[in-house]
């Protein structure tokens, strides 16, 4: 209700006026309105109205001046008068929404007083209950607003706008209450008081008619879905939307003629509120029809490049096969493609069906209509105010002039995609040029951030707390070139990073990039299912790469790099003195405490590497969802320095979406280090442990989880293995391998502008190819006041230590996992982009794994941008 102001309308007004004017008097109108003549006194003949205005005023009037009510009135001092003219002034004065109320006076004289109430102001407009709906989504649609003149109609108008916003979101309950608060000048507040209910429901869909396919199958192929179940709560098209009706019916139609049924059509489709007005039941009507299957299959062809024969090789539709009419489709869709790699962009194919009622058969024509070769008239740019107009041009596999082929545009367009620096869904459209034979390729690209200048925090289940400081811009100065500098700190890495790289150098197609860092490395193992630091490496290096395109999908690289590492490992923990603490020797590592193997790292070392990539990659974008790419890269070490190696790895990943939003990804890599080199001596590997291969993260195991290791248990005091103190060394090895098969989920169009991607995978892997270390097994050293401790061996014929001498517990090391025997494991997981940063989480479960080997079921990361 809307409360605070009183209206009379235009026709009582105008009544009102007339039956004062006929009867003569002067009293104002709406007197007239409470007022009736005697009974008994009848009254006197009607005079006609008529007359010259003598003088015209304005009363009542607060913000508009008078000459703009006599404006809008239409009335002048001088002009003549009538009945009808001053009803017509009367209602062109309601008609302009400015006056609550008019009254106009003094036609027996011919001295016309307008007397007005101007309709308030609008001071503010408020919103009140709406909490589904917020204020941002409300507003836009009301055309109501602060310093507008304040109208009724115009507030039963918007009160329809919000209550059809609610009905959009399925809300059909949702009603809206308007109301007036009067304040000073004029002025009022207009509350919209909502009551937004609960979302109406699809309670039930009925299907009159089926009789081939049962309803639940019918209604697996519509959009909308019945409310309630299990994980009823979890669904978001079970609310009642008319769009999504005539959605249904049109796929419920797309389906049958999947299915042969070609005259297949819905009679009627109704949905109606239930009797307590909180869901609704909808019932369609179908009529099925007779199946069909493919007749005659025939090709006509007026361009000489598609022979009839062509046409039906690539339509591959099948006489005798069910009809299906997306198979149509499909070979509608080929067609088109064929003809645009031959240079027909605009190619006129079209089917005609030919249906034959008795035999119940579709016969098919496919005709191909004479089109001219089209050649590039121009390339069109928009929408780029960063980027170059080179830089994008460059990706382009046409020029102006070339002749039109689809596959080229295409593989354009996938190369602009993989830049990153445009919105995701980027397309490359054709228009006709200013000739038939002339084709306009227009490219509109909405710019994405490059750069970027971010603190990032987050944590992950390995290196706990992770900050990273990173400048980085990768289309520095709109030419597509990459500057980058990061400073990382977490638990068991630290690095400082600056690097450059030119895709273009001297604008042809030469990448040329360098970078020079400083990294702290912290390795660790398990000690009692706790990570513990080991040894530490320390990595400055310098590194240059060059690289250019072999042929449009194939790129060649070189790189050198020139690093040197020094390998520590903590003295207070580590070392010991073997002469005691008055021997000549000093601190030396002590292989009770870190192990042979790792004493034998110590030191400082330079590496001189130069190396190769080859890379084929026709992916289609960031996120592939077709192509694949292929790896393979060696490094020599060995011009110069102390290390000599020669590393080889490959890889190949295939995408295929074998559905809409199904995403398979099939992966395997593998690599191998052969040593240019004698081993150091007995125990030791020709390859340090810096350079040799951990594999990368498996699922279902933790990191450095699998591959040879010593296992180093310690002796309690009474000479038995202790259950709590071991500890894991991940020793890595020389040759690696590993599968992987993923599949990406489709998600609803909700979910994925949450940036959610959850996939099921299976990962498969092993790490080996190490030489045996030297073991340790001592139960204890007895260890004098002065001088060389004896060892206390297993089975020793004397195992308790002399009076005056300090017992001190061994360890035994055992070596394992050096097998290429596979590891398997399986699981699910979720890559979210959120707003705060990437968020990943995996649940996997090891079913193959050998001795030693860390398993792992849950893992995750994530960071935060602030």
Sequence with gaps: MISGTRIIGKRAG?????????????????AQATTAPPAAAPAPAPAAVSGVIRSLSVRGNERLEPETVRAYANLTPGDTYTAASLDTALKALYATELFADVVITGAETGHLVITVRENPVINRIVLEGNKRLKSDKILPEIKLAPRQIFTRSKVRADVERIV??????????????????????????????????DKSKVRRINIIGNEQFADDRLRKEMFTRQAGGLLGFMKSN????????????????????TQGYADFRVVSALAELTPDRRDFIITYVVEEGPRYRFGRVEAESALRDLSPAKIKEVADLQPGAWFNAKAIEDAVVDLTELAGNAGYAFADINPTY???????????????????????????????????????RREFRLNEGDAFNAIKVKRSQDRLQSLGFFQEKLEVKQTEGSAPDRIVLGVDVEEKSTGELQLTGGYSSLEKFVLQLAVAQRNFMGKGQELNASINYSRYAKSVQLGFVEPYLFDKQILLGGEIYRRDFNSFNFVGGERNKTYSQVSTGLGTRLGFPITEFVNFGTRYSFVVDKITLDKGTFFSDPDGPDGPEGLRCDPRLAGQYLCDEIGSRVTSALGYSVVHDDTDGIRPTRGQRILLSQDFAGLGGDVKYLRTRG???KYMEVRDGWVVSAHGEGGYIKALTSSPGPGRDAIRITDRFFGPQMRGFDIRGIGPRVVRTQYNADGTLSDDNRASD???????????????????????????????????????????PILTNVVAICQPATGTGRQVLPGDANPDCATGETRIPGVREEFLGNSPKPRLAVGIGVNWVSPFGPFRIDIAKALLSQEGDDTKLFSFNVGTQF
């Design 164 to 197: 059809e916003l609610y009905r959009r979101e399925g809300r059909f309950a949702a009603r809206v209450e308007p109301k007036v608060v009067q304040l000073d000048q004029n002025r009022v507040d207009l509350v919209f008081e909502i009551f937004e209910g």
């Design 354 to 392: 030919d249906r034959d009622p008795v035999k119940r058969e579709m016969n098919i024509t496919l005709r191909v209509g004479d089109t001219p070769r089209v050649y590039v008239e121009r390339i069109d740019i928009q929408g780029n105010t960063v980027t170059r107009d080179k830089v994008i």
């Design 14 to 30: 105008a009544m009102l006026l007339v039956g004062t004017i006929l009867g003569g008097w002067s009293a104002p109108v709406l």
């Design 730 to 772: 991940a020793l890595g090895g020389r040759a690696y391998y590993m599968g992987r098969l993923e599949l990406e989920f489709p998600t609803s169009s909700s979910i994925r502008n949450l940036g959610l991607r959850p996939t099921a995978f299976v990962d498969v892997g092993s790490v080996w190819s190490l030489t045996k």
């Design 651 to 653: 890889s190949g990943t």
């Design 238 to 257: 079970d609310s009642y939307d008319p769009d999504r009706l005539a959605a249904d019916q049109q796929k419920l139609r797309a389906f049958y003629l």
